[in-house]
Nanobody
Framework: QVQLVESGGGLVQPGGSLRLSCAAS????????MGWYRQAPGQQRELVAS???????DYAESVKGRFTISRDNAKNTVYLEMNSLKPKDTAVYYC???????????????WGQGTQVTVSS
């Protein structure tokens, strides 16, 4: 059983900052890529940022220069530092992880339950 639990969402004014965390727990053998996605009302879920096991990162154009993804492999945790937030960043943010639960099993993608981020004055 694997769980990904996000935290750190909330209400923030435009220009403000938030830090999201996502901790993976359970029967985990190894974690490959971890990432953050978001889904605004009436919109499709979109990739915000991802980070590989070696630390290689990838960002959506809309967040480059404002958001930073990082991970702590010892804690199986990924973070998303969000600065200069804009109203259009308002969405439910989901964490995901591509991982193995045993050395002999294929990787699977697991999702967190989501955390709401609202940017409004």
């Amino acid at each position: 059983q694997v769980q990904l639990v996000e935290s750190g969402g909330g209400l923030v004014q435009p220009g403000g900052s938030l830090r999201l965390s996502c901790a993976a727990s359970g029967s985990i053998f190894s974690i490959n890529t971890m990432g953050w996605y978001r889904q605004a009302p009436g919109q499709q879920r979109e990739l915000v940022a991802s980070i590989g096991s070696s630390g290689r990162t990838d960002y959506a154009e809309s967040v480059k220069g404002r958001f930073t993804i990082s991970r702590d492999n010892a804690k199986n945790t990924v973070y998303l530092e969000m600065n200069s937030l804009k109203p259009k960043d308002t969405a439910v943010y989901y964490c995901n992880g591509r991982l193995k639960t045993s050395w002999n099993l294929k990787e699977r993608v697991y999702w967190g339950q989501g955390t709401q981020v609202t940017v409004s004055s």
